[in-house]
């Protein structure tokens, strides 16, 4: 089977590429606004805090997004939150090889994706997975609603247009 690496040409400076960079959002810090006698824990992969409703966990995770036609997927870094429970299951396997063991656990996707409108607060499931890599994320919907744009991508596969679009977006050509 023949893997195909996805090819583009940046709409703003022409150049040809391939391959794609990983959309990754910031660290919460920078977007909660919390005092810093809220925040618990503030590392690459949890961030915790407190507020008036209690303690939170997020977690570093990856949505990845199957594109129609290649074998290539985009990946967000994104941050979900976790119950209690599961949260303290993830934090005392986090050092295990072993982390799929530990099965899926229901979130709440806490960052969004930027090209993903109202994407904040959908619900998740997070599969952790082996080898210390980043759980991945897959996106839910409730029966009698609407899908998310972004459940749909990751189900049915982004199409080369909004791929490249997206890539033109973070193009470092500089124009």
Known sequence: MEIRQFEWTCACCGEAMSGLPAFVVPPPKSWTGLAD??????????????????RHTLIRAVI???IQGVDD?????????LSAENAKRYREAFDDEDQSKLGGMFGWLASGVPSSPNSMSLPTTVWPRDGRRRPLVEVLFA??????ALWREQNKGATRERVEALLTMVCECGK
């Open 37 to 54: 006698d809220a925040i618990k824990v503030s590392t690459d992969d949890f961030f915790i805090f407190d507020d008036e409703s209690g």
């Open 64 to 66: 990845e997004v199957p």
């Open 73 to 81: 997927k985009l990946e967000y870094g994104v941050w979900v939150s």
């Open 143 to 148: 029966e009698g609603e609407q899908p998310s």
